[in-house]
């Protein structure tokens, strides 16, 4: 355990070193981030506090909702944490940079995986903190649960957490071994890709909107025995549903799955052990073989970068060209667009599924548009989302090639608009498909379309120079995956403030909405007053989403530029 920790000795050294040696201003900056986080983490206790309750008080149904919303969130956050822990341990075993210090060093296998494995784990299980804590606490605030739901969720969620980092370091050492060496990462990046695309359209395909409509089941025996039905047996959500669910409702302790769930990731951490163990050496051989760049030779694709960057600058056509081309290259980048068009396709679909015939008698026009202007929310998260994994990541990826650009002669500010050219367009026509076919499918009037389309455009703006100055003030060009930069801390704070822009623009947007749908409630045209404050309204929008925008890249390329060369 000493080398273990001799290992892991230097990751956590570099936290403090960053802390320590990090200017005031930058430490204000983390304090109000941090602030930030905190704000968010108790939104999430607070909605799903009031989520809980209102389940919990139905008479009959509510402890059974109760409890299959637990299971159907535990599945979900299982397998994200499984998703993460592949791309994550392929990473750390097999493409960091370290490696070969560490390889050459006289270690044992053991200590090495150990080690590995320990970095994995807690690289990926911030989701179980960030999304996961405060839902379980809402749960036992709810429930008025005692002392022993804590302990035993202290037990679980590590447990969780151990299996899903053992299962994506077994997998992520077969699917090394599996892939022809040329097309490794293309196949690594499908199959992340693939994966994720089955839980989202699987968790589709539970329709938990069923769970809220009782007229769905030919009989009240039916709805409660669906509602009964639990997620498969041999799956470690179920075992945790049941361990904590037992504990909210006051049952003896169902030892049978909790002693599966810890058996369970030891038993899971030394399977890992031994297949990378086996599987290892070969391969981290094939991780090191090259591969061809086909596409990014391509004659057309010169020709539709140059169609696609004549209104720019010169210094500015030259990095999105030189951006765009890297993407094209590396398919752990480019393969995720049938991520973001799988996502695309579940939230319309999850939309389409919403149960609208709900909606009756005189105020079923209201309704539509006011669920209608609710889901511009849902539009910005996926949004920022995307552009969180492109745009945020984007002075990341630069490296330490980032030097180069730096002692050249480019300003910083037109380094970060060229950072933010490429993927403007891709963020917003996201934005606008979604904004525009849920209007459609949630028939909503033409305004409310109207206004989709407005939000949609001015939010990719703003959106995607929150990201690109937020990406330039954490960049990390020190990662041997770019994809980790949208995963750490400082990703997530870029979706709190992402989402708290989101908030901003409905919340100036009420106004309007309101003013429109109670014309319409009332038959009568708009009187001028309202449509000045309309105009007012829609107005900064645009001016919020534009400030935000230009303040973030400016603040971005300073703190960027302001950052000394490293000491090696």
């Not at 299971?71 to 370290?98: H, K, M, R, W």
């Not at 009989?219 to 047996?233: F, L």
């Not at 910005?380 to 050249?408: H, K, N, P, Y």
Request: with cysteine; aromatic share 12%.
């Amino acid at each position: 355990m000493k080398a273990v920790a001799a290992l892991l000795w230097p990751r956590g050294r570099s936290v403090v070193n960053r802390w320590q040696r990090a200017s005031g201003a930058e430490r204000t900056t983390y304090i109000v981030f941090a602030s930030l986080f905190a704000v968010f983490w108790a939104g999430i206790f607070l909605l799903f506090g009031w989520l809980v309750n209102a389940f919990y008080g139905v008479e009959i149904f509510g402890p059974l909702l109760a409890r299959k919303l637990l299971e159907i969130l535990l599945l979900g956050l299982f397998a994200l944490l499984c998703f993460s822990n592949v791309v994550t341990a392929l990473s750390t075993f097999y493409l960091s940079d370290d490696l070969d210090l560490l390889l050459s060093l006289p270690l044992r296998r053991e200590t090495f995986h150990t080690a590995r494995q320990i970095d994995t784990t807690v690289q990926s299980s911030w989701m179980m903190v960030v999304f996961g804590l405060p839902v379980f606490v809402a749960y036992g605030y709810a429930y008025g649960a005692g002392l022993s739901y804590y302990l035993l969720l202290a037990i679980v969620a590590p447990a969780l957490v151990v299996l899903a980092a053992s299962i994506g370091i077994g997998l992520a050492s077969v699917l090394v071994n599996i892939f022809p060496a040329r097309r490794l990462r293309e196949g690594l990046a499908l199959a992340g890709i693939l994966a994720m695309g089955f839980v989202l359209v699987f968790l589709r395909l539970l329709r938990p909107e069923r769970l809220v409509n009782a007229d769905n089941f030919q009989s009240v025996a039916a709805y409660v025995a669906d509602m009964q039905t639990p997620v498969p047996v041999l799956l470690p959500p179920r075992w945790a549903s049941d361990v904590l669910t037992a504990a909210l409702g006051g049952r003896p302790l169902p030892w049978m799955e909790l002693g599966l769930l810890l058996t369970g990731a030891v038993a899971c951490s030394g399977l890992a052990r031994w297949l990378t163990a086996w599987l290892y050496d070969t391969g981290r051989a094939r991780a090191q073989e090259a591969r061809s760049a086909r596409l990014a030779k391509a004659g057309w694709l010169d020709t539709v970068l140059a169609l696609y960057t004549r209104p720019l600058p010169p210094a500015l056509r030259a990095v999105v060209v030189k951006d765009i081309k890297t993407f094209v290259r590396d398919p752990s980048q480019w393969t995720q667009v049938l991520l973001v068009g799988s996502i695309i396709l579940i939230t319309l679909a999850s939309i389409a599924a919403l149960p609208l015939d709900a909606f009756k008698g005189p105020y079923v026009g209201l309704s539509r548009n006011g669920l209608a202007f609710l889901v511009l929310g849902l539009v910005g998260f996926v949004m920022a989302a995307v552009a969180a994994r492109f745009q945020f990541t984007a002075v990341s990826a630069e490296g330490r090639s980032f030097w180069f650009i730096r002692t050249a002669p480019i300003q910083a500010r037109t380094y970060l608009w060229a950072k933010t050219w490429p993927f403007l367009p891709a963020v917003v026509l996201v934005g606008e498909i979604l904004a525009v076919v849920s209007t459609v499918i949630l028939g909503a009037g033409p305004f409310l379309t109207g206004l989709a389309v407005w939000t949609a455009f001015w939010l990719g703006l703003g959106i995607s120079g929150i990201a690109v100055g937020m990406g330039a003030v954490f960049a990390d060009f020190k990662l041997d995956n770019v994809a980790r930069a949208a995963q750490g801390p400082a990703g997530v704070m870029f979706m709190v403030v992402a989402l708290c822009l989101v908030g901003v623009v409905l919340g100036l947007e009420v106004a309007p909405v309101w003013l429109v749908l109670q014309s319409w409630l009332q038959e009568r045209s708009l009187l001028p007053w309202e449509l000045v404050v309309i105009a007012l309204c829609l107005v900064s929008v645009g001016l919020v989403c534009g400030v935000s925008m230009v303040v973030s890249v400016r603040i971005g390329a300073a703190r960027l530029w302001a950052r000394e060369l490293p000491n090696s």
